[in-house]
C-alpha cells in the first residue's frame, strides 16, 4: 500500500474513532447552548407555553438589562468575589508552596492533607462552612466566645456575608495554586539560590530576584484559571446565604437561576446567563492574548 493510501486509512480510523466522543459532545454542550440562546431571544415563562416560540421582539431581554438594578448588582459582586478570590488563592497557595517546598515524610503528608478541599464536591465543601458559620454548633463561635470575643452571624451579615463565601471559595481553591507552584518550585536548579548565596544574597533577595522570576509564568497560569472558573460559586452561596442579605452576594449565575425558577422568566434568565457566559468568554480570551504578548515579549 502506497504512504498516501495509509495516511488515508489512518484518518479514517481517526474519524471513526472521534465520530462517538464528537456526537456525545454536540448532544451536551452544543445543543444546550443552542438552545439557550434562541431562548433567549423570546419572552418564554413557563405559565406562557405558546411564549417559547415568540421571536417578534428577539432583543427584549439584552435590552433590558442595562437597566436591570440586580442584574449590575449581580455583574459587581460577582466581580469583587472573583477578584479578591482569586487573589487570596494565589498569594496563599505561593506562600504554602514556598513553606512545605522542603524534604520531609512529615511535609509530604501535609501536602496531602491540604489537597483534601479541592478533591471534596462543592456541595460538602458548602456544607463544611455551612456548620462552620451557624453560630450554634460551631468551633469557630465557641472558640470566640471562650475569648470573650463577640461574633456577628457572618452569612447574615451585611458587612462579612460576601467575605465569609470569598473566605470558603479560598480554602476550597486554594490547593490548585498551591500544588502548580510547588510544582514549579520543584524545578528550579539549586544551582541558581546556592551561587546567590555565595554572592551574600538574603533569602529574601533570593525569592525576589531568583525564585518569583521562575514561578510567574505559573501564577499568571493558575490565576487565569481560577479567575474562568470562579463564576462557578453557586453551591457555596447557594447553601450559605441564598444571594443574602438582599443582595449583598447574589452574583450573577445566583440572579438567572432566581429567574428562572423562583419568577418563571426563563428567556430573561437565559439572556443574562448569555451575557455571563461571552463576559467569562472575553475575560479568558483577553486573558490568554496577555499571556502569549507577555512570551512574545521575553
Same mark, same amino acid.
Given at each position: 500500500?502506497?504512504?498516501? %493510501? /495509509?495516511?488515508?486509512?489512518?484518518?479514517?480510523?481517526?474519524?471513526?474513532?472521534?465520530?462517538?466522543?464528537? @456526537?456525545?459532545?454536540?448532544? /451536551?454542550?452544543?445543543?444546550?447552548?443552542?438552545?439557550?440562546?434562541?431562548? !433567549?431571544?423570546?419572552?418564554?415563562? *413557563?405559565?406562557?407555553?405558546?411564549?417559547?416560540? $415568540?421571536? !417578534? &421582539?428577539?432583543?427584549?431581554?439584552? #435590552?433590558?438589562?442595562?437597566? $436591570?438594578?440586580?442584574?449590575?448588582?449581580?455583574?459587581?459582586?460577582?466581580?469583587?468575589?472573583?477578584?479578591? #478570590?482569586?487573589?487570596?488563592?494565589?498569594?496563599?497557595?505561593?506562600?504554602?508552596?514556598?513553606?512545605?517546598?522542603?524534604?520531609?515524610?512529615?511535609?509530604?503528608?501535609?501536602?496531602?492533607?491540604?489537597?483534601?478541599?479541592?478533591?471534596?464536591?462543592? /456541595?460538602? +465543601?458548602?456544607?463544611?462552612?455551612?456548620? @462552620?458559620?451557624?453560630?450554634?454548633?460551631?468551633?469557630?463561635?465557641?472558640?470566640?466566645? &471562650?475569648?470573650?470575643?463577640?461574633?456577628?452571624?457572618?452569612?447574615?451579615?451585611? $458587612?462579612? &456575608?460576601?467575605? &465569609? @463565601?470569598?473566605?470558603?471559595?479560598?480554602?476550597?481553591? *486554594?490547593?490548585?495554586?498551591?500544588?502548580?507552584?510547588?510544582?514549579?518550585?520543584?524545578? /528550579?536548579? $539549586?544551582?541558581?539560590?546556592?551561587?546567590?548565596? =555565595?554572592?551574600?544574597?538574603?533569602?529574601?533577595? @533570593?525569592?525576589?530576584? =531568583?525564585?518569583?522570576?521562575?514561578?510567574?509564568?505559573?501564577?499568571?497560569?493558575?490565576?487565569?484559571?481560577?479567575?474562568?472558573?470562579? =463564576?462557578?460559586?453557586?453551591?457555596?452561596?447557594?447553601?450559605?446565604?441564598? %444571594?443574602?442579605? %438582599?443582595? =449583598?452576594?447574589?452574583?450573577?449565575?445566583?440572579?438567572?437561576?432566581?429567574?428562572?425558577?423562583?419568577?418563571?422568566?426563563?428567556?430573561? !434568565?437565559?439572556?443574562?446567563? +448569555?451575557?455571563?457566559?461571552?463576559?467569562?468568554?472575553?475575560?479568558?480570551?483577553?486573558?490568554?492574548?496577555?499571556?502569549?504578548?507577555?512570551?512574545?515579549?521575553?
Amino acid at each position: 500500500m502506497s504512504e498516501s %493510501g /495509509i495516511d488515508g486509512e489512518r484518518r479514517r480510523f481517526i474519524a471513526f474513532a472521534l465520530t462517538p466522543s464528537l @456526537i456525545v459532545l454536540f448532544a /451536551i454542550a452544543v445543543l444546550p447552548a443552542i438552545y439557550l440562546v434562541v431562548t !433567549s431571544l423570546t419572552p418564554f415563562q *413557563l405559565t406562557m407555553p405558546g411564549s417559547a416560540t $415568540d421571536f !417578534s &421582539a428577539p432583543l427584549r431581554n439584552y #435590552g433590558l438589562l442595562p437597566g $436591570d438594578p440586580r442584574f449590575v448588582n449581580s455583574l459587581w459582586v460577582q466581580a469583587k468575589l472573583s477578584c479578591w #478570590g482569586v487573589l487570596f488563592q494565589v498569594l496563599f497557595g505561593m506562600l504554602l508552596a514556598l513553606l512545605l517546598n522542603v524534604p520531609s515524610r512529615l511535609v509530604e503528608f501535609a501536602r496531602t492533607f491540604f489537597l483534601i478541599p479541592m478533591v471534596l464536591p462543592p /456541595i460538602v +465543601v458548602a456544607v463544611i462552612w455551612k456548620l @462552620i458559620y451557624t453560630p450554634d454548633i460551631s468551633p469557630l463561635y465557641y472558640a470566640a466566645q &471562650a475569648l470573650h470575643f463577640t461574633m456577628p452571624a457572618l452569612t447574615s451579615s451585611v $458587612d462579612f &456575608a460576601l467575605t &465569609a @463565601i470569598i473566605i470558603a471559595d479560598t480554602w476550597e481553591w *486554594l490547593p490548585f495554586t498551591f500544588l502548580m507552584v510547588l510544582a514549579a518550585l520543584q524545578t /528550579i536548579p $539549586d544551582e541558581y539560590s546556592e551561587a546567590a548565596l =555565595v554572592d551574600g544574597a538574603s533569602t529574601l533577595q @533570593i525569592f525576589w530576584y =531568583v525564585t518569583l522570576p521562575f514561578i510567574m509564568p505559573i501564577l499568571v497560569v493558575s490565576g487565569m484559571f481560577r479567575l474562568i472558573d470562579s =463564576v462557578k460559586a453557586f453551591p457555596l452561596i447557594f447553601l450559605l446565604t441564598s %444571594g443574602g442579605p %438582599g443582595t =449583598v452576594t447574589e452574583v450573577t449565575n445566583y440572579y438567572a437561576y432566581l429567574l428562572a425558577f423562583d419568577t418563571n422568566e426563563i428567556g430573561y !434568565s437565559s439572556a443574562v446567563t +448569555v451575557v455571563m457566559l461571552l463576559l467569562v468568554a472575553g475575560v479568558s480570551l483577553g486573558l490568554v492574548w496577555m499571556g502569549r504578548r507577555r512570551e512574545a515579549m521575553a
